[in-house]
T-cell receptor, first 115, second 112 residues
Framework: NAGVTQTPKFQVLKTGQSMTLQCAQDMNHEYMSWYRQDPGMGLRLIHYSVGAGITDQGEVPNGYNVSRSTTEDFPLRLLSAAPSQTSVYFC??????????????FGPGTRLTVL | KNQVEQSPQSLIILEGKNCTLQCNYTVSPFSNLRWYKQDTGRGPVSLTIMTFSENTKSNGRYTATLDADTKQSSLHITASQLSDSASYICVVSAYVPGDMRFGAGTRLTVKP
C-alpha cells in the first residue's frame, strides 16, 4: 500500500512552459485534491475531485487544469507556467473530503520553480 | 483574511518540556477540526480529528482540545522530543466537500 504518490519531486520550468504534476493513490479514495503551499501561508486548495469524472475549483484555480478519468489518478496541469506558480504542490486523498472524520492523506509534495 | 489563525508563529523549547499551540477560527458552519504535523520537506500527517461534540482527543503525547463555543482549539505536546520539531497545522472543515481552511502553522523547534 503506497498511499499517495507524487511525481516529480522537483521541477524547474521556464516561464510559458507547460507540464503535468502526477498524483496517484491506491486506497480507493473518492476525494482527491491539489494544494499549493507558500511560505507564511496555509495550504490553499487549487482543484478537487469527489470522484472519477467530477472536478471542481478551489480557492486558487487560475492557471491550472485537472481531470479525473480514474479513481486512482488526479493529474494537475500547468498551462503556461508563471513565476507566481513557484511553490510546493501537495496532492491529498480521503474518503469524503473533510465532511466526515476520515483521515486525509497527503503525498510527499512537488517543489516547482518557475524562472 | 484567513479564517484560521494560529499562534505562536514559531516556538523553541527544550527537550522534555511541554508546550501548547493555539488555533482560533471563524469558519462556519463547523464540521470538524484537525491538527497535522508537517516535517520539513514532507507532506502533512494527521494527528487528531475532532467534531463539534468532542472537546478533547489524544494521540500519544499529543492532546488536542476544542471549545466550539469560543471557536478555539489547542494542541498540547507532553515531554517533547527532538523528533517533535516540525510545523503543526490546524485545519477547520465546513460541511461542503473540499471546504477545508488551513492555518499557516506553528513552527516548533525542540532543542537538546
Amino acid at each position: 500500500n503506497a498511499g499517495v504518490t507524487q511525481t516529480p519531486k522537483f521541477q524547474v520550468l521556464k516561464t510559458g512552459q507547460s507540464m503535468t504534476l502526477q498524483c496517484a493513490q491506491d486506497m480507493n479514495h473518492e476525494y482527491m485534491s491539489w494544494y499549493r503551499q507558500d511560505p507564511g501561508m496555509g495550504l490553499r486548495l487549487i482543484h478537487y475531485s469527489v470522484g472519477a469524472g467530477i472536478t471542481d475549483q478551489g480557492e486558487v484555480p487560475n492557471g491550472y487544469n485537472v481531470s479525473r478519468s480514474t479513481t486512482e489518478d488526479f493529474p494537475l496541469r500547468l498551462l503556461s507556467a508563471a513565476p507566481s506558480q513557484t511553490s510546493v504542490y501537495f496532492c491529498a486523498s480521503s474518503y469524503s473530503g473533510g465532511r466526515a472524520t476520515d483521515t486525509q492523506y497527503f503525498g510527499p509534495g512537488t517543489r516547482l520553480t518557475v524562472l | 483574511k484567513n479564517q484560521v489563525e494560529q499562534s505562536p508563529q514559531s516556538l523553541i523549547i527544550l527537550e522534555g518540556k511541554n508546550c501548547t499551540l493555539q488555533c482560533n477560527y471563524t469558519v462556519s458552519p463547523f464540521s470538524n477540526l484537525r491538527w497535522y504535523k508537517q516535517d520539513t520537506g514532507r507532506g502533512p500527517v494527521s494527528l487528531t480529528i475532532m467534531t463539534f461534540s468532542e472537546n478533547t482527543k489524544s494521540n500519544g503525547r499529543y492532546t488536542a482540545t476544542l471549545d466550539a463555543d469560543t471557536k478555539q482549539s489547542s494542541l498540547h505536546i507532553t515531554a517533547s522530543q527532538l523528533s517533535d520539531s516540525a510545523s503543526y497545522i490546524c485545519v477547520v472543515s465546513a460541511y461542503v466537500p473540499g471546504d477545508m481552511r488551513f492555518g499557516a502553522g506553528t513552527r516548533l523547534t525542540v532543542k537538546p
